[in-house]
């Protein structure tokens, strides 16, 4: 399901899944107070339950921006059985099967948080404990399949999110065992593993190499396909096909013929994700190939070749390259 290739939609799904990840930390970090609340009973019921609520729906609602904007966008590789079923995706698919998981155990919890008074109280508490089962898999999956977890501004608002979580949890498993002076060791040692583990993983073994944006020079595959319509004494023939590879492309050229000759040429070449196009004409054209030149908004010049092997069935398999 790929409705649109605006770069928009690929940036909402970013943000809202940072969004969804940091409010979900939150919400952690709140249920895990409340699980103390003795030791904060001073802080009104609405400063733990009903902003605690609160925080679940808003981390839903980002869910949903994200799934519904991956889903539409044409950049990302990724049908509707692949955001529904873990593992049939493409793309990294144990990371990304992580965050299906978070995602459908995150609306089980709603379901059973809207049911609370109906259900036994045993029975929901510990279904609620499945909230550090969806944050410990949001985390992966953002750190094994984030485009951009390994930027260091990504990477520091995971080592926070981790090492608060961290620190919380030995806290809330320390604070009725052990005196304070021997817990505050444990719980600032679970805070910088978390911190440390999930920071390694995203510089270092799950580290990002993102593909060129708008690459001046660039040489991919080419698929595509021919098509001819002859007049009474002028003829088109356009080529429309897309480059995969390190740089995404949509590429277009258009000859208008007339017997013996080239009368008009047109080129497009449209870079992806970020939607830049680039127009011009077709410098020189041959039975199964072309080369053009077309300017960018900016002004500077690529130098496009096309070549292909021909068929019957007028389709295109070959390579497309570029430079400036």
């Given at each position: 399901?790929?409705?649109?290739?605006?770069?928009?939609?690929?940036?909402?799904?970013?943000?809202?899944?940072?969004?969804?990840y940091l409010l979900l930390?939150?919400?952690?970090?709140?249920?895990?107070?409340?699980?103390?609340?003795?030791?904060?009973?001073?802080?009104?019921?609405f400063a733990v339950e009903d902003v605690h609520r609160f925080v679940g729906l808003l981390v839903g609602t980002f869910v949903i921006i994200h799934v519904v904007t991956i889903a539409i966008d044409a950049w990302l590789p990724f049908s509707i059985g692949s955001i529904l079923v873990p593992l049939l995706s493409r793309y990294r698919a144990i990371w990304v099967a992580l965050g299906v998981v978070a995602a459908e155990l995150l609306l089980a919890l709603a379901v059973t948080n809207h049911y609370r008074d109906r259900l036994d109280y045993?029975?929901?508490?510990?279904?609620?404990?499945?909230?550090?089962?969806?944050?410990?898999?949001?985390?992966?999956?953002?750190?094994?399949?984030?485009?951009?977890?390994?930027?260091?501004?990504?990477?520091?608002?995971?080592?926070l999110a981790t090492a608060a979580v961290g620190a919380a949890i030995a806290w809330r498993f320390t604070r009725l065992r052990l005196p304070t002076r021997r817990s505050v060791p444990i719980i600032?040692?679970?805070?910088?593993?978390?911190?440390?583990?999930?920071?390694?993983?995203?510089?270092?073994?799950?580290?990002?190499?993102?593909?060129p944006w708008n690459a001046a020079s660039f040489t991919d595959s080419l698929g595509g396909h021919i098509a001819q319509v002859n007049g009474?004494?002028?003829?088109?023939?356009?080529?429309?096909?897309?480059?995969?590879?390190?740089?995404?492309?949509?590429?277009?050229?258009?000859?208008?013929?007339?017997?013996?000759?080239?009368?008009?040429?047109a080129f497009q070449m449209e870079y992806l994700p970020s939607g830049l196009r680039c127009d011009g004409t077709v410098t020189r054209a041959a039975a199964f190939g072309f080369d053009a030149v077309c300017r960018l908004p900016n002004g500077t010049r690529r130098f496009v070749s096309a070549r292909w092997q021909g068929n019957e069935q007028a389709q295109v398999v070959g390579t497309i390259s570029a430079h400036a």
């Open positions: 399901m790929h409705l649109t290739s605006n770069p928009v939609d690929w940036y909402a799904a970013r943000a809202a899944g940072i969004a969804a930390s939150f919400g952690v970090l709140l249920g895990l107070t409340m699980a103390g609340r003795k030791s904060l009973r001073r802080w009104p019921k045993r029975f929901w508490r510990r279904a609620h404990y499945l909230n550090l089962l969806v944050w410990t898999a949001a985390t992966l999956h953002g750190i094994g399949s984030g485009t951009d977890r390994s930027a260091p501004w990504l990477l520091a608002l995971y080592a600032a040692f679970a805070g910088g593993g978390f911190s440390l583990l999930v920071v390694g993983l995203g510089a270092s073994a799950l580290h990002f190499r993102p593909k009474l004494s002028r003829g088109i023939v356009s080529m429309a096909g897309e480059g995969t590879g390190l740089q995404r492309v949509l590429v277009r050229a258009d000859l208008l013929l007339q017997p013996g000759r080239i009368d008009r040429t």
